[in-house]
Nanobody
Framework: QVQLVESGGGLVQAGESLRLSCTAS???????MAWYRQAPGEQRELVAT???????DYKYYAKGRFTISRDNAENTVYLQMNSLKPEDTAVYYC???????????????WGQGTQVTVST
């Protein structure tokens, strides 16, 4: 089972940026990857996906503000988050999965997550 380590979270003010990283313990070259987030009292939700070929997709609230990217040589996926809002406050998790068309299928491999807190 792949191990995932997320990093890069923190406390920022509204309008600022953060770049999250997620490094896997093995090659992710042939996998789709995704970022999820979970706010207190809420279910974990899909934020962004990137296919093995580099095609990206975003939840509506992330479009235009967040960018998912990958570095297969480093077994790492990133989430650049700009113009952060207080409602972006959550624990962010990455996942190694598969994609069929536009549908992402998550694996059971999750990291510990990284906390993002956006103040007003």
């Amino acid at each position: 089972q792949v191990q995932l380590v997320e990093s890069g979270g923190g406390l920022v003010q509204a309008g600022e940026s953060l770049r999250l990283s997620c490094t896997a313990s093995r090659s992710i070259r042939d996998n789709a990857m995704a970022w999820y987030r979970q706010a207190p009292g809420e279910q974990r939700e899909l934020v962004a996906t990137i296919s093995a070929g580099g095609t990206t997709d975003y939840k509506y609230y992330a479009k235009g503000r967040f960018t998912i990217s990958r570095d297969n040589a480093e077994n790492t996926v990133y989430l650049q988050m700009n113009s952060l809002k207080p409602e972006d406050t959550a624990v962010y998790y990455c996942n190694v999965g598969t994609m069929t068309g536009v549908y992402y299928y998550a694996s059971k491999s999750w990291g510990q997550g990284t906390q993002v807190t956006v103040s007003t």
